[in-house]
């Protein structure tokens, strides 16, 4: 049997997987988690052949979890569930160290089928994935979000959903100076003058989720 750790903010979708994982008689789920921090704490305990893991997360971005899991705990494979856009976030996923990248419209059973092939060697992506990292590095992005870093990208959903700079800081767990020069940031890279059209700008492309 593998062992698998599931994170993920809805216990619905936790209580979906582990069923789909365990009935399938490859795994056994060791532990759960419904957000970053906590995340890093029971797979640092338990050291899972595999890692389950959503980007929304509470207190911590997916894509910084994803670092800090590959530096600390390089044995345990990473598969994304996520329901934000593959053009944007695949290919950001597999930069980070992730091993696949599934959304959750998939069925339960390509979930599974995914996670049994990323541990046996395989890469899961999406083919947006694969295409944003041919590109070269001194082109010029067709996408402006691919000018934004990844915690520039995370602090854009979360303004998009009409939070505070505070209420930011708090669910990313960084200084409300942090969030200030990155919302700078975005303006200046965006080549936008007021909050409004930040906003505006990450639900036109549909990056709030």
């Known amino acids: 049997m593998r062992s698998a750790v599931i994170v993920d903010d809805h216990p619905a979708i936790r209580v979906a997987v582990r069923s789909a994982l365990e009935s399938s008689g490859v795994f056994t789920v060791v532990g759960e988690a419904d957000n970053g921090p906590a995340a890093l704490g029971v797979i640092r305990e338990h050291r899972p052949s595999l890692a389950i893991l959503d980007l929304c ?24 569930l996520s329901a934000q856009k593959d053009s944007i976030f695949a290919s950001r996923a597999l930069r980070a160290g992730a091993h696949g990248f599934l959304s959750k419209t998939e069925g339960m059973n390509a979930i599974v089928q995914a996670a049994q092939s990323v541990l046996s060697g395989y890469g899961v992506f999406p083919n947006s994935a694969l295409g944003g990292l041919s590109r070269p590095r001194d082109s010029e992005p067709a996408d402006p979000l691919a000018s934004l870093t990844d915690r520039e990208l995370a602090v854009l959903q979360h303004l998009a959903r009409g939070m505070s700079n505070k209420e930011v800081g708090e669910a990313l767990l960084v200084s409300n100076k942090t969030v200030s020069s990155c919302k700078t940031r975005l303006l200046e890279k965006l080549n936008f003058s007021t909050l409004v059209e930040l906003v505006d700008f990450a639900r036109a492309h549909d990056v709030a989720g």
């Open 57 to 80: 997360l509470p207190k911590m971005h997916g894509l910084e979890l994803i670092e800090r899991l590959r530096a600390s705990q390089p044995a345990t494979c990473v598969l994304v």
